[in-house]
């Protein structure tokens, strides 16, 4: 497994940006996929982005076209760009990763509040 570290949250009025980052430790290489969850307070953990190693990604239709996933294998980071940022947003974001032996790692968490 490896382990994950997520950083970049913070607050943000509505309609600005933030990127989050998830610093992985361990093969990155052997990672099949990796994604954002995100969780908001009385409410079930959501997907919110899928990248596959194949560089295909995936989207919830409430963050489709605002939000952008991105994996860096030179840095073993996986990103998420958030544009248009609306209070509907605010969230604990999380990242995972599954690895070539269907093993899936999750990270701690970073804070995204957007206020109106």
């Known amino acids: 497994q490896v382990q994950l570290v997520e950083s970049g949250g913070g607050l943000v009025q509505a309609g600005g940006s933030l990127r989050l980052s998830c610093a992985a430790s361990?093969?990155?290489?052997?990672?099949?996929?990796m994604g954002w969850y995100r969780q908001a307070p009385g409410k079930q953990r959501e997907l919110v982005a899928t990248?596959?190693?194949?560089?295909?990604?995936n989207y919830s239709d409430s963050v489709k076209g605002r939000f952008t996933i991105s994996r860096d294998n030179a840095k073993n980071t996986l990103y998420l760009q958030m544009n248009s940022l609306k209070p509907e947003d605010t969230a604990v974001y999380l990242c995972?990763?599954?690895?070539?032996?269907?093993?899936?790692?999750w990270g701690q968490g970073t804070q995204v509040t957007v206020s109106s």
């Open positions: 995972n990763a599954l690895d070539s032996d269907n093993l899936l790692s």
């Open positions: 361990g093969s990155f290489f052997r990672l099949k996929a």
């Open positions: 990248i596959f190693s194949t560089r295909i990604t």
